[in-house]
């Protein structure tokens, strides 16, 4: 599911851990479950799937629904920016 805000904003939210996005789950979306996206396949699908269907990410949404918007391209680059301080 692609929510969609009233501005026509179609969106992809993500959390950094399963446990965040399962709280919201359960507040927004009695009945679903959070699942739970290994990163390389994060970077890797998803992320060039939602570039290629005009989807933006919402990162970490809080329980007001309140979240920062990226582009899909300019989050990978934050992640693997992140991830090579770890290498």
Known sequence: MVPITPE???YFPVWPHPEYAQ???DEHFPG??????PLEEFLSHWL???EADN???AVFPN???VFW???PADLAQCLRDEAAQYE
């Open 63 to 65: 329980k007001e629904w």
């Open 32 to 37: 679903h479950h959070a699942v739970e996206i």
């Open 23 to 25: 709280r919201i789950v």
């Open 69 to 71: 918007v990226m582009e």
């Open 55 to 57: 989807v933006k990410v």
């Open 48 to 50: 060039p799937t939602f």
């Open 8 to 10: 026509d904003l179609e």
